[in-house]
């Protein structure tokens, strides 16, 4: 009796040691799993810079909340980066550019083209974010005899002069070259104000505007618009969509592939074409001109 009390008693110790060592096993395994985990994934914070009243490319909303189709997409992009947390500063023009060269921002982001000055100061990764629908105002009177930019050369109409710097002045320098039987006489613009096109146009001074889709459709046909007084007496067309970028700092080069990377999904997986719908109501892809 004694010797099996003692057996009991030994067998009793044992599984309570062997129970102590499993669960220490276990506890030390979970912690260095953990810590293997949190090394794996060392999370760097990256500063987004965007324009605050670019609708519908980049604002912000009633709620302060930073949106628009540029913006959607980069945080589409930082769900699928780990390695990485996007926050965003809603800014002015001028400071993104300057901040984005000087390091204050490691990215941003505000309808952007390609210009060889550009390429100078920033990383242009390898595909471009969204497209921006360019094309022509016109009167509505003329709306039937142009139609598209070929229609509006051959009718020897003038365009209001446009800025030697904007992308959409080496557009018309193209146009040219391809059509040197039916040029659009190219005038450099001094600094004016949007509402001077919208006036030069009703007035004959000019017979049409370059400008953006989107802002079009904010400045004219939006409810409430700043000139939606004047939506019936001007018609609009689509000539082209110029591709618009995210702009790195020359130090992100490892970010904008990570970009890169996550873009391609995107697309793959519809998100990009959805995010178009949403905010542009169209896939603008189609209109550039490879």
Known sequence: MKK???????????????AGCGQTDAETTSEATSSSAAEAVEVTTVTVAHTQS????????ENGESTGYEV??????????????????????????????????DV???????????????IFPEN????????????SEDAEEITDLESFAAAGKSLVPISPNNAQYNVIEDFNAEHPDTPIELTAADVFEISDAYTWLLEGRY???????????????AEGAPYSQYKDDFSYFVYEAL???????KEQQELADAYDEAFLQLEEDGTIDDLMIEFLGENTFQYVKE
Do not use: C, H
Not at 128 to 139: C, P
Not at 207 to 221: H, I, R, S, W
């Open 4 to 18: 099996r009390r003692l057996l009991t008693t030994v067998s009793l110790l044992g599984a309570a040691f062997l």
């Open 54 to 61: 670019s609708a519908p490319m980049n604002y912000v909303d």
């Open 72 to 105: 959607s997409v980069l945080k589409a992009i930082d769900e699928l980066l780990p390695q990485y947390e996007f926050e965003y500063v809603p800014t002015s023009d001028e400071d993104l550019l300057i901040g984005i060269e000087s390091g204050k921002y």
């Open 108 to 122: 941003g982001t505000k309808g952007a083209w390609y210009t060889e000055e550009r390429a100078q100061k920033f």
């Open 128 to 139: 471009y974010i969204g497209a921006s629908s360019i094309g022509v105002l016109i009167r």
């Open 207 to 221: 017979d049409g505007y370059f400008a953006v889709k989107t802002a079009y459709e904010v400045n004219v046909l």
């Open 243 to 249: 591709p618009t970028w995210p702009l790195f700092n």
